[in-house]
């Protein structure tokens, strides 16, 4: 299947700052990539889908100003938290879905804010 | 009614059991039916991707779809405790369409 690259797989950051998780598919070209946060024995939560070239849609309820996305090539999406807060800690999941086939996973970055 | 219901268990089976996982489904526009498996602190890995109705198997994995009564359902066979993980379903009306998630069922095989 395809390959689906995230990084950093965990991040320790003091609060107040801001950190960045890069999404990339290491095969195939992503028009659209996903963003999803996971709290302990929850399923994936979508925060935002990421298109290429224009604007992500976030979902009802997540702070675009917060959760930055950029997705500036087809096979580079990523997330930024910015100020982040301890009640950002979460597990955060990307994927990406070439039309009409399955989505693959990235590994997930485990945030921890101090 | 949620898009996609899945009890989210836990299940407890002993080595050598067959697992059976279900979930169920309102949209009728979805097409594209999934499991994952996810195993603690890792993305998840797909299991079985299925179009439309009918089974699929894959060694010791098998896949059903019924859309008419608009139920997925997955079967391990000859379980083991490698298996132990949550087990997500999900599924998507096609294109570039977000991909609606079951709860997961958290398995664990007992040796």
């Known amino acids: 299947g395809a390959v689906v690259s995230q990084h950093p797989s965990r991040v320790i950051c003091k609060s107040g700052t801001s950190v960045k998780i890069e999404c990339r598919s290491l095969d195939f070209q992503a028009t659209t990539m996903f963003w999803y946060r996971q709290f302990p024995k929850q399923s994936l939560m979508l925060m935002a889908t990421s298109n290429e070239g224009s604007k992500a849609t976030y979902e009802q309820g997540v702070e675009k100003d917060k959760f930055l996305i950029n997705h500036a090539s087809l096979t580079l999406s990523t997330l930024t938290v910015t100020s982040a807060h301890p009640e950002d800690s979460s597990f955060y999941i990307c994927s990406a879905k070439p039309p009409n086939t399955e989505a693959f996973f990235g590994q997930g970055t485990r945030l921890t804010v101090v | 009614q949620k898009e996609v219901e899945q009890d989210p268990g836990p299940l407890s089976v002993p080595e050598g059991a067959i697992v059976s996982l279900n979930c169920t489904y309102s949209?009728?526009?979805?097409?594209?039916f999934m499991w994952y498996r996810q195993y603690s602190r890792k993305g998840p890995e797909l299991l079985m991707y299925t179009y439309s109705s009918g089974n699929k198997e894959d060694g010791r994995f098998t896949a059903q779809v019924d859309k008419s009564s608009k139920y997925i359902s997955l079967f391990i066979r000859d379980s083991q405790p490698s298996d132990s993980a949550t087990y997500l379903c999900?599924?998507?009306?096609?294109?570039?369409?977000?991909?609606?998630f079951g709860k997961g069922n958290q398995v664990v095989v007992i040796p």
């Open positions: 999900a599924m998507s009306a096609g294109g570039n369409n977000r991909l609606a």
């Open positions: 949209n009728s526009a979805f097409q594209y």
